[in-house]
């Protein structure tokens, strides 16, 4: 949600983006209300880059805190980020881009990662299973995830070159995409993510996907295509306390 915060337009209030133009101050000021709203110690507040790839990396107690200040410390080149160490906050940053989360109720991890349409059809949602298959013993069949808001097939429109990379990610690709017109389709991202995870072993019993669009609620979401660019960024975040 993008109310609540400090910050003020075309931030307004609850930006926790430091790499959007908004007064750093203000976006810290946002982080602290989040922690103390959830009992974390801001000084665990852990983020990633975020360059729309597929990578997932590991946060220890060593990375924890990584970027909360100021953007160049977060984790380099990374889009999704996992732990199964306690006392940590993994968040990572949207406006449109997919938003998922993953836990192992056996192992306890967790993860986040970010999936705009180019980590969509990287799979990265398949990297996190197969991280936490590898570090942690996880098995995909017992894997919880959830797929947050994030812009809708009613708004996403994209074009020949990003269906051509969509056609290539799951074999169930034309279940998210509507023909509107030479070259145009309307792309339903949270769907594709759905799909892949399924392809990756998850139960569908065991996702969890809502309908929220960003693009069409501006007044609860922030929206990089309705606002132009020129707009915050929503936290995901997940955690043992
Ligand atoms: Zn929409």
Redesign the pocket.
């Known amino acids: 949600m993008r109310t609540g915060g400090s910050s003020k337009e075309p931030f307004g209030s609850f930006n926790m983006g430091l790499h959007v133009g908004d007064d750093p101050q203000a976006v810290i000021s946002n982080r602290q209300t989040l922690c103390d709203e959830l009992g974390f110690s801001f000084a665990r507040f852990s983020c990633a880059e975020q360059i729309h790839g597929n990578k997932v990396m590991r946060i220890t107690a060593a990375e924890a805190g990584a970027g909360r200040e100021t953007f160049e410390e977060s984790i380099a080149k990374t889009d999704g980020i996992y732990t199964d160490e306690k006392g940590i906050l993994l968040t990572s940053f949207y406006a449109d881009c997919v938003p998922l989360y993953f836990i192992d109720p056996a192992s306890l991890a967790i993860g986040l990662a970010h999936a705009g349409w180019r980590g969509t059809v990287g799979r990265i949602s398949e990297e996190m299973i197969r991280a936490f298959a590898r570090d942690f013993g996880s098995k995909p069949e017992e894997i919880l995830t959830a797929i947050g808001p994030s812009?809708?097939?009613?708004?996403?429109e994209v074009d020949d070159f990003v269906i051509d990379q969509v056609k290539q990610s799951s074999n169930r690709w034309q279940t998210c995409v509507t023909k509107t017109g030479q070259g145009k389709y309307m792309l339903d991202l949270k769907l594709l993510n759905q799909l892949i995870m399924e392809e990756a072993g998850i139960r569908p019993e065991h996702i969890l996907r809502t309908d929220w669009?960003?693009?069409?609620?501006p007044d609860l979401f922030f929206s990089y295509r309705k606002e132009a660019g020129k707009t915050g960024r929503m936290a995901s975040y997940i955690g043992w306390a």
């Open positions: 812009i809708g097939g009613c708004c996403y669009c960003t693009s069409c609620r």
